[in-house]
């Protein structure tokens, strides 16, 4: 997989899939790597053409110092398609990922057709608990908030079942760079789009973990109440609905996507 040099930041991106298909961004959750979409991949690919790529301070990325912002995050996505020469693409991104597309609908909507938002919030999580996550990273390492993480992401029916994914993602994970997962953190504990995210005006759908306690289901709901004509769909997982109902979550957004008829 390529790295593409932004200027202060090299982005590790990939991407695949049919060369005349209209082009799916998709973006991680924190802590998380382009291979996070593993499970989408071959059934969206069908009807994409792919753009994954590892957010600055996660993955192959480098990791330039810290703290980030979501602006900076943005960013970076905006950068990312200058540089690959893409004009438009769809947008599908969670968690983290679902807050920088809350940032690009609200600042750069001409670039997306659409935008899928998936567990994800306009204001995630206290200060108080960000700068506990961060201290404890700072202190211990990734390891220190892994265990707790997984049982975040997933609900405990799953974990308890032991499915591949959850050990993927728990090394995944474990191998995020501190420095760069710390600096993450500070994005996401500094951002609030409670007073922008109705100036949204492309088509959104939110997809939300009915057991997600990071970011919850009144969360995606109050969302929906201030994006004009955004849909909800609610999946049975908790946080990585991606990884722990893949077809559902796969389904979704492509019956999402096939509303639109592409431009002649």
Known sequence: MPLIDLGDVSLNYELSGRLDAPVLLLSNSLGTTLGMWDPQREELEKKYRLLRYDMRGHG??????????????GRDVLALLDALRIDEVYFCGLSVGGV????????????????????TAAKIGTAETW??????????????????????????????????????????????????????????????????????????????????????????QFL???????????????????????????????KFLAKDVPSE
Not at 100 to 119: D, T, V, Y
Not at 139 to 158: H, I, K, S, Y
Not at 240 to 252: G, H, K, L, N, T
């Open 131 to 220: 700068n506990k996550r961060i201290a404890d990273v700072q202190l211990g390492g990734m390891e220190a908030v892994a265990d707790a993480v997984v049982q975040r992401w997933f609900t405990a029916e799953f974990v308890a079942s032991g499915a591949p994914v959850v050990t993927t993602m728990r090394q995944m994970l474990a191998a995020c760079n501190p420095a760069g997962y710390v600096a993450a953190c500070a994005a996401i504990r500094d951002m609030d789009l409670r007073e922008a995210v109705g100036v949204i005006p492309i088509p959104v759908c939110l997809i939300a973990g009915e057991r997600d306690a990071v970011t919850t289901l009144a969360d995606a």
């Open 100 to 119: 920088i597309g809350q940032w690009l609908g609200i600042h750069a909507p001409s670039r997306f057709r659409k935008l899928i938002l998936c567990n």
């Open 224 to 254: 929906q109440s201030h994006i004009a004509g955004a849909e909800l769909v609610t999946l049975p997982a908790a946080h990585i609905s991606s990884a722990e109902v893949p077809q559902q979550f796969s389904a979704a957004v492509l």
């Open 60 to 73: 192959a990325s480098s990791v330039p110092a810290g703290p980030y912002t979501v602006d900076l995050l």
